[in-house]
């Protein structure tokens, strides 16, 4: 067993942001389940978006953030995030963190869909997410315990309902206990739970449903987001074509040669990205392929060089000036309900990054406000610890009788769980095909309360996801209007008078899930 002050799972830029400004006050400890490089922000390609150009200002990004999320936030959160975000990011400018600039050495400013102006700061050109994961692990000292290759499978909590650590399972089938005074859930959204995706593969919502199996509140677990471009071939997307190329000018082309966003929303390629993606599905369900033309791109290669790499290695030459394209799951928008902190509805436990639902995205998130969110949220949650702990408090031991509950028997290929999310829960849902995926959820006959000791990584990893899969789909269903990313073909308007309101799910004392609509988005936050 170990103790910590705080325990951090997960270790995209959220984490490193929290460990990096607790460093020197508090004993952190950083537990992944497979290397510290292994994660969505590691992958981002967008950047950082940030209203510090010339004319920008923090007003207008919130509106862009707001109308790309459909109204479904709260304006205060908005606000203050970018606002935090802004200051953040002119801190990382002055300690040398590696933007990208011009020829003049003005830092370089870019575009992409839904902004209404240039703010996306990149670096290494669409490698914005290894250069600062990077940048952020360098700033890391020896004290930071990073613990690799350990998945987190439950939270420990006391008698008071206080989360006092996590049990995890290692490698060789070990089950290890670590305890903390406070623990953080770091570990990002689902999008791996779908066949196609842009997610790193670990990303399979392991925090929400830790989260949820402890008795936090969710919220907004159907808001799902597709990017609509992903790099298809063999008619499957295999990684993501950034926005933003289209930022750069790139077309969306049909096989017929038509610019297909014509007529469909005045932003054309740069519109929010549920009408770009779904107007690509409605495409390629017509039987037409889907291209982006880069040869309006100038220096392609040198902007983006990962997406060169990845044509390269697909076999796509870029000579040709046509990358083929097709939407997959991008980013997770509900998450675990926090406040401006991090702080959850369980004492003692945190969210922060993509696992949270902090009110910032609502229906679907602006392109490159994630990892703004994850450097913000990690800041605050810092300044909150240190200001709530001393260093070397003891944790409290966990006294509470475990419940005698079965060991799950996974009987179901997670592949298989992906595929029929792709299908029944993907970019256009409809009533039964939501029924038909909770029918197969059911068939699986699982349970919310099951003991995951005996269990290996990898069936622990798929029993997760039959949580989180059974969350978003009950919430999918839920909603019966459309809104951002969560688009019902049975309910395709969308719906102010019955809808401005919050899909909750929580667990029940009789362990079952339970689904409500809170409009007044109170949720008691515990410190
Ligand atoms: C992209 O580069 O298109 C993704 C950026 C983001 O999702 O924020």
């Known amino acids: 067993m170990t103790n910590s002050d705080v325990i951090i799972i997960g270790s995209g830029i959220s984490a490193l942001q929290l460990a990096r400004h607790l460093q020197g006050h508090l004993n952190v400890m950083i537990i992944t389940k497979n290397k510290m490089k ?308 369980v004492k003692g436990l945190y969210a922060i990054g993509e696992v949270a639902c902090t009110g910032l995205h609502g229906a679907n998130r602006l392109a490159s406000n994630s990892l703004l969110e994850g450097l913000v949220y990690g800041e605050r949650l810092a300044s909150y610890l240190k200001g709530v702990s001393e260093p070397g408090l003891p944790v409290e031991e966990i006294r509470y009788p475990r419940p005698a509950c079965e060991t799950p028997d996974i009987r179901f290929d997670p592949q298989e769980l992906k595929e029929r999310m792709m299908m029944d829960v993907g970019i256009i849902r409809s009533g039964h095909g939501l029924t038909r995926h909770m029918k197969w959820l059911k068939s699986q006959k699982l349970s919310f309360q099951a003991n995951l000791e005996r269990l290996s990584q990898k069936e622990i990893q798929s029993y997760l996801m039959w949580v989180v899969s059974t969350l978003i789909t009950q919430a999918a269903f839920s909603r019966t209007e459309s809104r951002g990313a969560h688009i019902r073909s049975d309910f395709p308007e969308e719906n102010n008078v019955h809808w401005y309101k919050r899909t909750i799910g929580l667990l029940k004392d009789n362990h079952q899930l339970k689904v409500v609509h809170d409009e007044q988005h109170q949720i008691e936050i515990y410190a």
């Not at 929010?272 to 039987?287: F, T």
Request: with cysteine; proline share 3%.
């Open 38 to 345: 292994d994660s969505n922000s590691y992958l981002a390609q967008g950047g950082i978006a940030a209203p510090i150009g010339t004319g920008d200002k923090v007003g207008l990004h919130a509106r862009d953030t707001i109308t790309a999320g459909c109204g479904h936030q709260l304006e205060s959160v908005v606000k203050d995030a970018i606002r935090d975000g802004k200051r953040i990011v002119a801190e990382l400018i002055r300690e040398g963190a590696p933007f990208d600039r011009n020829d003049d050495g003005e830092l370089s400013l870019g575009m992409e869909g839904a902004h209404s102006m240039a703010r996306i700061l990149h670096s290494g050109g669409d490698q914005t997410g290894k250069l600062m994961i990077d940048y952020l692990m360098e700033a890391l000292n020896d004290k930071v315990r990073l613990v690799q290759g350990e998945m987190a499978f439950e939270l420990l909590t006391n008698e008071k309902g206080r989360c006092t650590g996590v049990r995890t399972k290692c490698e060789d089938g070990s089950v290890r206990v670590h305890m903390a005074t406070h623990v953080v859930l770091a570990t990002g959204g689902a999008g791996a739970i779908y066949s196609i995706s842009s997610n790193a593969p670990v990303v399979t919502g392991d925090g929400l449903a830790l989260a949820f199996r402890a008795g936090a509140v969710l919220a907004d677990m159907e808001f799902i987001q597709f990017h609509p471009t992903l790099l298809t071939v063999d008619q499957h997307g295999v990684g993501l074509v950034s926005e933003a190329v289209r930022g750069e000018g790139a077309l969306l082309l049909n096989d017929a040669g038509e610019r297909i966003m014509e007529g469909v929303h005045s932003q054309l390629e740069l519109a929010p990205r549920h009408i770009v993606a779904e107007k690509i599905n409605s495409e390629r369900l017509a039987g037409r392929e889907v291209f982006l033309d880069i040869t309006p791109v100038k220096a392609f290669e040198t902007k983006f060089p990962s997406i060169t790499r990845m044509c390269e290695q697909h076999g796509i030459s870029l000579a040709m000036g046509k990358i083929p394209v097709s939407p997959g799951c991008h980013f997770t928008m509900g998450g675990v309900v926090t406040d401006e902190y991090g702080r959850t509805s």
